[in-house]
Structures are given as C-alpha cells and as structure tokens.
Nanobody, 119 residues
Framework: QVQLVESGGGLVQAGGSLRLSCAAS????????MGWYRQAPGKQRELVAT???????NYADAVKDRFTISREDAKNAVYLQMNSLKPEDTAVYYC?????????????WGQGTQVTVSS
C-alpha cells in the first residue's frame, strides 16, 4: 500500500498564498504522475494540476498563472504553490498519485486538506 499525507491547508484572505505538500510512504513503489484535485461543497471533485514523472505539468484553466505544481522525487513528495487566492478556490484539496507497485499501476488518494479563502 502507498499512504499519502497532506499538509499546508488553512484559512487565508483573498490575494494571499498557501503551499500544500503531499508525501507518499510505503514499500516497493515507484511514483508516476502526481496531482492535486479539489472538491468544493456541493460540487464534483475537479482536477487542479498534474505533473508527470518527466516534469510535464497540466493545469485547470481556473488556476493557470496562479498555482504551480512541483515534485521532489527524492522525498516522494508533490507540492502545490497557490498564489493570488480567490474565494472560489475554497475547497478540500486532495493529493493523487499513480504508483507502480505489485506489478501494476494504481491510483492513491490523500485524506484531503481544507483550504478556505475569505473575501
């Protein structure tokens, strides 16, 4: 199994910044793509940003030019730097990784971290 632990959420005023972190732990796995998703109350979970093993990134239009995803493979970690936050960014943010383990690729999810942006 691969466990994901997220941190860095909180309450921030509009225009502020937060940095989310997600660390993967377990045994005998290799991380492939990593990403962040979010789910606001009453809405479906949506993609925020992803990063491939090679470092290619993809962002939702709503966060382009404000959020930056990065990864640090030596620490099995992925980060999301969020700048110029808006009230509509308020959501629970989930870390997602695709990892090769037990001869197959599997998706894993973190427990989620709350981000609240006040106006």
């Amino acid at each position: 199994q691969v466990q994901l632990v997220e941190s860095g959420g909180g309450l921030v005023q509009a225009g502020g910044s937060l940095r989310l972190s997600c660390a993967a732990s377990g045994s005998d796995f290799r991380l492939n793509a990593m990403g962040w998703y979010r789910q606001a109350p009453g809405k479906q979970r949506e993609l925020v940003a992803t990063i491939t093993r090679g470092g290619s990134t993809n962002y939702a239009d709503a966060v382009k030019d404000r959020f930056t995803i990065s990864r640090e493979d030596a620490k099995n970690a992925v980060y999301l730097q969020m700048n110029s936050l808006k009230p509509e960014d308020t959501a629970v943010y989930y870390c997602n990784v695709n990892a090769y383990r037990s001869f197959r690729n599997n998706d894993y999810w973190g427990q989620g971290t709350q981000v609240t942006v006040s106006s």
